[in-house]
């Protein structure tokens, strides 16, 4: 464990924690410990299998690091490495159900957690229901006797719903039920899963946490009392990550609190900037005061990151694309987190079921990169005036 003492800030922690040079002649950085095969001194060990590492799936040194880091940011218990966002979903959604037992999921879910939900729990005999992201404590008149998981999100995935987790959180509480939360727009840095009542919190670390668009890699940070469960699941499922994947993470870590101080900046003012729009209907984020989840949010969260979404006014399709395809920094792709803008159309009323989405026009979900602001502005302006004349 590296050296801590109390009192000290989340940019501190960023440069410390899960670091041990001493245990690497001084290197500031743990090595890249490639391996699947660890040697026991004697057959008394090899009986007893109680060294600290013994088999390259169940973890390295580059592995632990990484996952004490995270567990410590997020305040949890104690971390274990998953290699995507969506694994470390499906790894925490088998710890806890079996056929038969029931799980609420938000409607505003990452849609390939939706899919996971839809063709694999289904089959294997779990129960879903889907719920209005802004439930809040109503969400005790949904559950069953069987309700063994409460799945948030919050922000939504393009739609930026922001969730009450501590009314939900208490709701599921009194019926037995775990919370998880997928903590990935906030980060561990703006949103503290276990202060605010989530029993498993994860991330996609393959957005900001690695940041930089080089890895894929998901993280599940459990409580103490939950813990076990999340141990053996990872293990039986047999999950484990790439020495270089974990690395890359680790190094993307140290510079998560300024790379998300600037991403913050740039998006809130993109946002404000995009509000004055003739062409924008509406601006989808939770920092803005005018957002329907502001309340939450500032009760809630310590920052805001760098994705939001914007509605357009009506438009055609053609416009939109001629809109996007034209752009020059914003590239179209999945993901988020990395130094670059991004933007995509989304449509989310082919999908919801709990809720209807309602929206004056076309959506689009933007990335804000680490770009200098004005540049990205010029971008933007340039593509509205694309969007106009191909109305
Ligand atoms: C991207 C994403 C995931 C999945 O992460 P992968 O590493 O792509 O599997 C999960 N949740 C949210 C909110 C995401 O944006």
């Known amino acids: 464990m590296s050296k801590r003492s109390p009192g000290q800030k989340q940019n501190t922690r960023l440069a410390h924690a899960g670091r041990e040079p001493e245990r690497f002649h001084g290197f500031v950085n743990p090595p890249i410990y490639r391996g699947s095969t660890v040697l026991f001194p004697t057959a008394a060990a090899l009986e007893a ?9 169940l973890g390295t040194p580059t592995v632990r690091a990484l996952e004490e880091a995270i567990a410590e940011l997020e ?4 971390t274990r ?23 609420l999921v938000t409607d505003a879910v990452y849609r390939p957690t939706r899919r996971f939900c839809d063709q694999v729990l289904a089959r294997l005999g779990v129960e879903i229901t889907y719920y209005d992201p802004l439930i809040g404590a109503g969400i005790k008149d949904l559950i069953k006797p069987n309700t063994k998981v409460m799945f948030a999100e919050s922000p939504g995935s393009q739609t930026f719903e922001v969730q009450d987790i501590p009314a939900i959180a ?9 919370v998880v939360l997928d903590n990935t727009w906030a980060t561990p840095l703006f949103f503290k899963s276990f202060a605010h009542g989530a029993d498993v919190s994860i991330q996609a670390a393959t957005k900001y946490i690695v940041g930089h668009a080089d890895a894929m890699l998901g993280t599940i940070t459990a409580s103490k009392a939950v813990w076990p469960v999340i141990a053996r699941t990872h293990e039986e499922l047999g999950l484990c990550v790439g020495p270089e994947d974990a690395y890359l993470a680790l190094r993307g870590l140290r510079s998560l609190g300024v790379r998300l101080a600037r991403h913050q900046a ?13 062409e924008v209907a509406r601006v989808i984020h ?6 329907p989840g502001h309340a939450i949010w500032k ?6 990151s760098g994705l939001f979404a914007i509605v357009l006014k009506p438009a055609p399709k053609k416009a939109v694309a001629a809109m996007l395809d034209g752009l020059d920094l914003f590239g179209m792709g999945y993901s988020w987190g990395g130094f670059e803008s991004l933007m995509i159309p989304f449509d989310p009323s082919t999908y919801r079921t709990a ?35 191909n109305s």
């Open 286 to 291: 939770p920092a803005l005061p005018s957002d």
């Open 49 to 57: 299998n109680e060294q600290e590492y013994t088999y390259g799936r």
């Open 81 to 103: 490495l998953a290699p995507s966002g969506l694994s470390a979903i499906v790894a925490t959604f088998l710890a806890f159900l079996s056929a038969g037992d029931h799980v």
């Open 355 to 389: 809720t209807e989405w309602q929206a004056e026009g076309p959506a689009l979900r933007l990335h804000v990169g680490l770009e200098d602001l004005d540049d990205l502005k010029a971008d933007l302006d340039a593509g509205f005036v694309r969007l106009t004349t």
């Open 299 to 304: 009760r809630d969260f310590t920052g805001s």
């Open 75 to 78: 305040g949890g218990h104690a």
């Open 266 to 278: 740039s998006a809130i003012a993109l946002a404000e900037w995009l509000q004055n729009r003739p």
């Open 170 to 178: 208490k709701a599921a509480h009194e019926a037995g039920a775990v």
